[in-house]
């Protein structure tokens, strides 16, 4: 069985669970860690985080950067339009 890496540490459960929709619809198997601590208060490094499979590390990153620029392009965009 694979051990599971973090590859997402999101500001937000809502941010964790849209990256975990996306990379499970490249297939891959994702858990979120630290999903219960949202309006609590929070220490270093408790944040909601996307983990995968070792084996699934590097499509995961990938995928997540594509989703990032991606965001940041439209953010663009639409200052530009202002």
Excluded at 13 to 31: C, D, H, R, S, W
């Amino acid at each position: 069985m694979d051990e599971y890496v973090e590859v997402f540490a999101a500001s937000d459960i809502t941010f964790a669970y849209l990256m975990k929709a996306n990379l499970e619809t490249a297939g891959i198997p994702v858990q979120i860690t630290n999903e219960h601590l949202q309006g609590a208060y929070c220490l270093d490094g408790m944040v909601p985080c996307v983990l995968v499979p070792a084996t699934y590390v590097e499509q995961a990153k990938r995928i997540i950067e594509e989703i990032q620029q991606s965001s940041q392009n439209d953010q663009n965009d639409d200052e530009q339009e202002q």
